[in-house]
């Protein structure tokens, strides 16, 4: 009914990727479920509390605890951030998309050029189609570089 996870990912690094949101997803979901639990406990308690308010036990706590979370979340990352590095070995060329407000520049190590948009005529896609296409070879494992410079309005 609900499907709160990414779409299925084609490649490792976006499978690690997958695993690293699901993973923090459940961390952020238990630290959440745990704090308002706490909250409806100090809520409907009829204790007072002010004991614990000079406690040198309860900052030792809330120091270390959030301290550990953020460690959790750091090791799935690193490791995620070392296998996308390992992977980008096998790469054979480099191409890099630089976005523009309203054009795109393409490069890699043979060239590089500006890509324009049409204007809307008959016939033609709106927004695909450009001036001047570019062309990947086939068999070629290539690392797209995506960035910006400006607005990006389309791609």
Same mark, same amino acid.
């Given at each position: 009914?609900?499907?709160?996870?990414?779409?299925?990912?084609?490649?490792?690094?976006?499978?690690?990727?997958?695993?690293?949101?699901? &993973?923090?997803?459940? +961390?952020? %979901?238990? #630290?959440?479920?745990?704090?308002?639990? @706490?909250?409806?406990?100090? $809520?409907? *308690?009829?204790?007072?509390?002010?004991?614990?308010?000079?406690?040198?036990?309860?900052?030792?706590?809330?120091?270390?605890?959030?301290?550990?979370?953020?460690?959790?979340?750091?090791?799935?990352?690193?490791?995620?951030?070392? &296998?996308?590095?390992? +992977?980008? %070995?096998? #790469?054979?060329?480099?191409?890099?998309? @630089?976005?523009?407000?309203? $054009?795109? *520049?393409?490069?890699?190590?043979?060239?590089?050029?500006?890509?324009?948009?049409?204007?809307?005529?008959?016939?033609?896609?709106?927004?695909?189609?450009?001036?001047?296409?570019?062309?990947?070879?086939?068999?070629?494992?290539?690392?797209?570089?995506?960035?910006?410079?400006? #607005?990006?309005?389309?791609?």
């Amino acid at each position: 009914m609900f499907n709160y996870s990414l779409v299925n990912m084609s490649s490792f690094s976006g499978i690690f990727i997958d695993v690293f949101y699901s &993973y923090s997803f459940l +961390l952020v %979901l238990f #630290v959440s479920v745990f704090v308002f639990g @706490l909250l409806s406990v100090f $809520y409907h *308690s009829v204790f007072l509390y002010s004991d614990y308010l000079d406690d040198s036990y309860v900052e030792l706590y809330w120091t270390f605890i959030p301290g550990l979370i953020l460690f959790c979340l750091s090791v799935p990352s690193f490791i995620s951030l070392y &296998y996308q590095d390992k +992977l980008s %070995l096998g #790469v054979n060329d480099n191409f890099k998309i @630089l976005g523009n407000q309203w $054009y795109w *520049s393409f490069s890699n190590s043979l060239y590089f050029f500006d890509c324009y948009i049409h204007t809307l005529k008959d016939g033609l896609w709106r927004i695909l189609s450009v001036q001047d296409s570019f062309f990947l070879s086939s068999n070629v494992i290539y690392r797209v570089l995506f960035t910006s410079s400006d #607005v990006i309005h389309s791609y």
